[in-house]
């Protein structure tokens, strides 16, 4: 360009626009031309500053290339236009970002909905719980990660917002209102939350009447003579007391469910040798394991400490190993070991067991 007249490198009908910026009394100026190449043109940011250099008028030209910028843009426009007619008639907003987090379009059945108040709604902040996030940092965060997606409350309604960045640098986002999918399930989860209740009711009700018919059983028994046999006395008081036990046990679960679902249930952590914790758990579960000829291995080093409530940890562990005993086949085994993973224990009980069908996992914790 060195020795030429700047305009031989504007494209047609920008040279008058630099001749007139030339002309202009102060400055600086600025206007978006077209600049020659070698192969077609490119649009640019043409600024001017005046400068006196010992009398005399001179510019300090500045060239800026747009021509990504106004790829980008062209693209938008272009990805709008095609997505329009589809979200039109779609029950949702559909829009485009820069690179900026600005809206540039918006368009969907929903904006009719909300009375074109479009602005209002993309930049309510997003709703976390019980932060609100600004909407713009998430669209930053889209513009740089590539996606991102979050809700809002606007006029009272609950809408979801999805953004994916496009591969020519701006964002693509959808609105949609899901207030009353969201309300919806709801009601779906409250009436199966109901009927799991009452299956848990009438599971424990069946669990509590086989001990209390034995009891009731043997004490007719009793009563019936059996008192004055010392051997068969004895042996119904036994089972008497087993089962008491075992209804204790029953009673204690609907206490301990009931305070898991009021939210009262509270923990006592303290520092447990693991170790130790479990020889001591296993000593009620010696005779069930002789009965099924279920031999157990603990695989625990001596210094496994743990910070844990005891009571809930040594239900959840019998809970475990009394099924991996019950459910074994005889002569079975039965292996509890612990392993030191990134400042926790990892306890893993496994049993030559009948295990669980795979289309029944997904239930177990129900």
Do not use: W
């Amino acid at each position: 360009m060195m020795g030429h007249r700047f305009s031989n490198f504007l494209a047609n009908g920008d040279s008058a626009v630099f001749s007139k910026m030339l002309r202009g009394a102060s400055g600086p100026y600025k206007a978006t031309v077209k600049l020659r190449l070698a192969k077609g043109s490119a649009h640019a940011q043409l600024s001017l500053t005046p400068l006196n250099l010992d009398g005399a008028r001179a510019f300090c030209a500045i060239v800026t290339d747009l021509s990504e910028a106004f790829a980008v843009r062209q693209a938008l426009l272009q990805k709008d236009a095609g997505l329009r007619l589809v979200a039109e008639s779609a029950p949702a907003i559909l829009f485009t970002i820069n690179s900026h987090g600005r809206v540039l379009s918006a368009a969907g059945a929903a904006i009719k909905m909300i009375h074109g108040r479009v602005k209002a709604l993309l930049d309510a902040p997003a709703v976390n719980g019980r932060k609100r996030v600004p909407a713009l940092s998430l669209r930053l965060q889209a513009v740089r990660t590539g996606r991102a997606s979050y809700d809002v409350i606007y006029a009272n309604r609950l809408g979801n917002v999805n953004l994916e960045r496009l591969g020519i640098g701006g964002v693509i986002g959808i609105a949609v209102d899901v207030t009353s999918d969201r309300h919806a399930r709801e009601i779906k989860q409250t009436v199966a939350r109901e009927r799991l209740q009452r299956d848990y009711v009438a599971n424990v009700s069946h669990e509590l009447l086989t001990p209390l018919a034995v009891i009731r059983s043997s004490v007719d028994t009793l009563l019936a003579g059996a008192l004055d046999n010392k051997k068969n006395a004895r042996l119904f008081v036994s089972t008497i007391g087993r089962h008491t036990t075992h209804l204790n046990e029953l009673v204690e679960n609907v206490l301990y469910q009931s305070a898991i679902e009021a939210g009262s249930l509270k923990s006592n952590p303290c520092s447990i040798d693991l170790a130790g914790f479990v020889r001591d758990m296993l000593k009620n579960l010696r005779l069930p394991a002789l009965r099924r000829k279920v031999a157990i291995e603990v695989s625990i080093p001596v210094s496994t400490k743990v910070f844990a409530d005891k009571e809930q940890l040594r239900s959840a562990l019998m809970n475990v190993v009394s099924n991996g005993i019950k459910f074994n086949r005889v002569d079975g085994k039965l292996s509890i070991s612990a392993e030191q993973m990134d400042g926790q224990v990892q306890l893993s009980i496994t049993d030559t067991g009948i295990g669980i069908k795979a289309s029944e996992l997904p239930f177990i914790f129900d």
